[in-house]
């Protein structure tokens, strides 16, 4: 297969690293990029190759030219698709790209993927992973595919269908009194002895190039017109900076001559500090106290790649927005019952940003705009039904 990998290379302090070896994070604990000859692959092949030459993989493994996997056999066929742009109104401007639809049920299945073919070419036999629930099923049910043990660790009120999920696709999944920052420092501190990779968010780098492929899907599906904006639920970041990340390749590659996305980052009020750090204009964000929300996605008190997605929200002239958990409820329930769009609370909250963005003038309503639901809303509690049908 062709790779058009050369390196990895700190996200901070850009020193290279080995990409036939086993790596986490960068010297300095920053996490690490994947590097790629974009000239001699502009060299190679064209837009269209890139898009056609492996059309017959499933989904986001199509785009294998700037993916990093060595062998076509590394693919983990579970029925990838990609993923619809929907129009949930008649508006023909706002569109929400539907995660749900990839398997297990949420867009972390793109990261996942990747992460564990790589696993797998680099022969790692044992991955864990913390999570706040979709990130565990994804490790899980790819991990088995491919023949690798998985272990994950989630806060003990993760919502438990995210917790039997990963367990009965075949990670030995554990509960901790705790936050998802708490399950990754018991990963760090047991992995060694326990023979673990860890792949948490932006710890290894090659989730961040399977989220990356939403900017791929995004680019091609609107025939290389990508939107003037991005809402996207904010928590490790991975989906922003690697949407980021495919962009910008598409650009050096001149695959694209459109003016790059605003990226918005939404996050929950009661758990914002990419939010804070945005609007005090620091290039790092402070640990989250007590965090909680309902969108268990987004609940995330410390991010390894704060930086990173602080800049791409700067460099895209975007904009970080919080929103309360009952303004994410009201919305979920709006695009429920009127739209017939149900939606995880996590997407539902880019929504509540939205329109947040266009009261503050910083979005116009004409201007084409993606919002992501990153899961499916099956997954997530509704309010109870209780009627009553007198047959008399
Ligand atoms: C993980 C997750 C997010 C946050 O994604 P990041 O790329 O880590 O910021 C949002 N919504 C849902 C449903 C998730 O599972």
């Not at 990029?33 to 190759?49: A, G, M, P, Q, T």
């Not at 539907?98 to 564990?116: H, I, M, N, Q, Y």
């Not at 997605?309 to 929103?323: D, F, M, P, Q």
């Not at 919002?371 to 309010?383: D, I, Q, R, V």
């Given at each position: 297969?062709?790779?058009?990998?050369t390196?990895?290379?700190?996200?901070e302090?850009?020193?290279?690293?080995?990409?036939?070896?086993?790596?986490?994070l960068?010297?300095?604990?920053k996490p690490?990029?994947?590097?790629?000859?974009?000239?001699k692959?502009?060299?190679?092949?064209?837009?269209?190759?890139?898009?056609n030459d492996?059309?017959?993989?499933?989904?986001f493994?199509k785009y294998q030219y700037?993916?990093p996997?060595?062998?076509k056999?590394?693919?983990?066929?579970?029925g990838e698709?990609?993923?619809?742009l929907v129009?949930?109104s008649?508006?023909?401007?706002?569109?929400?790209?539907?995660?749900?639809r990839?398997?297990?049920?949420s867009?972390?299945?793109?990261?996942?993927?990747?992460?564990?073919?790589?696993?797998?070419?680099?022969?790692?036999?044992?991955?864990a992973?913390?999570?706040?629930?979709n990130?565990?099923?994804a490790l899980a049910a790819?991990?088995?595919?491919a023949g690798?043990?998985?272990f994950v660790?989630?806060p003990?009120?993760t919502?438990?269908?995210?917790?039997r999920?990963?367990?009965?696709?075949?990670?030995k999944?554990?509960t901790?009194?705790g936050?998802i920052?708490?399950?990754?420092s018991?990963i760090?501190k047991?992995k060694e002895?326990?023979?673990w990779?860890d792949?948490?968010?932006?710890?290894?780098?090659?989730r961040?190039?399977?989220?990356?492929?939403?900017?791929?899907e995004?680019?091609?599906?609107?025939?290389?017109?990508l939107?003037?904006?991005?809402?996207?639920?904010?928590?490790?970041?991975?989906?922003?900076?690697?949407?980021?990340?495919a962009?910008n390749e598409?650009?050096?590659l001149?695959w694209i001559?459109c003016?790059?996305?605003?990226?918005?980052?939404?996050q929950s009020?009661?758990?914002?500090?990419?939010?804070?750090?945005f609007?005090?204009?620091?290039d790092y964000a402070?640990?989250w106290?007590?965090a909680?929300?309902l969108a268990s996605?987004?609940r995330?008190?410390?991010?390894?790649?704060?930086?990173l997605?602080l800049?791409?929200?700067r460099e895209?002239?975007?904009?970080?927005?919080?929103v309360?958990?009952?303004?994410i409820?009201?919305?979920?329930?709006n695009l429920?019952n009127?739209?017939?769009?149900?939606a995880?609370?996590?997407?539902?909250?880019?929504l509540?940003?939205?329109k947040?963005?266009?009261?503050?003038?910083l979005?116009?309503a004409n201007?084409?705009?993606?919002l992501f639901?990153?899961?499916t809303?099956l997954?997530y509690p509704?309010?109870?039904v209780?009627?009553?049908f007198?047959?008399?």
């Amino acid at each position: 297969m062709n790779n058009f990998v050369t390196h990895l290379e700190c996200s901070e302090a850009g020193d290279h690293y080995n990409f036939a070896e086993i790596n986490n994070l960068s010297k300095i604990n920053k996490p690490l990029l994947v590097k790629y000859d974009l000239e001699k692959l502009k060299n190679s092949f064209s837009k269209e190759d890139f898009i056609n030459d492996f059309a017959s993989l499933p989904g986001f493994w199509k785009y294998q030219y700037l993916l990093p996997l060595s062998k076509k056999s590394s693919v983990i066929d579970l029925g990838e698709v990609i993923t619809p742009l929907v129009r949930i109104s008649k508006s023909n401007n706002l569109f929400i790209k539907d995660e749900g639809r990839l398997p297990t049920g949420s867009f972390k299945a793109r990261g996942l993927a990747l992460g564990v073919a790589r696993a797998k070419e680099l022969g790692i036999k044992k991955i864990a992973i913390p999570t706040n629930g979709n990130a565990g099923a994804a490790l899980a049910a790819y991990a088995t595919a491919a023949g690798i043990e998985s272990f994950v660790f989630c806060p003990e009120d993760t919502p438990s269908i995210n917790i039997r999920e990963a367990e009965i696709q075949g990670a030995k999944t554990f509960t901790i009194d705790g936050l998802i920052n708490d399950c990754g420092s018991i990963i760090a501190k047991h992995k060694e002895k326990e023979g673990w990779f860890d792949i948490s968010t932006l710890k290894e780098p090659y989730r961040l190039e399977g989220k990356k492929t939403m900017g791929f899907e995004l680019a091609e599906q609107l025939n290389w017109e990508l939107p003037k904006n991005i809402f996207y639920p904010t928590g490790g970041g991975t989906g922003l900076i690697g949407m980021w990340k495919a962009f910008n390749e598409l650009k050096k590659l001149n695959w694209i001559d459109c003016d790059l996305p605003k990226m918005f980052a939404i996050q929950s009020s009661s758990c914002a500090p990419i939010v804070t750090a945005f609007e005090k204009g620091k290039d790092y964000a402070d640990p989250w106290p007590n965090a909680h929300t309902l969108a268990s996605g987004i609940r995330v008190p410390v991010a390894v790649g704060d930086f990173l997605i602080l800049r791409t929200i700067r460099e895209s002239n975007g904009h970080a927005l919080a929103v309360d958990d009952h303004e994410i409820i009201t919305e979920r329930d709006n695009l429920a019952n009127r739209y017939g769009f149900l939606a995880c609370p996590e997407g539902a909250a880019t929504l509540a940003g939205y329109k947040k963005a266009l009261q503050l003038g910083l979005v116009d309503a004409n201007e084409k705009t993606v919002l992501f639901n990153c899961a499916t809303g099956l997954k997530y509690p509704m309010p109870e039904v209780n009627n009553k049908f007198h047959d008399k």
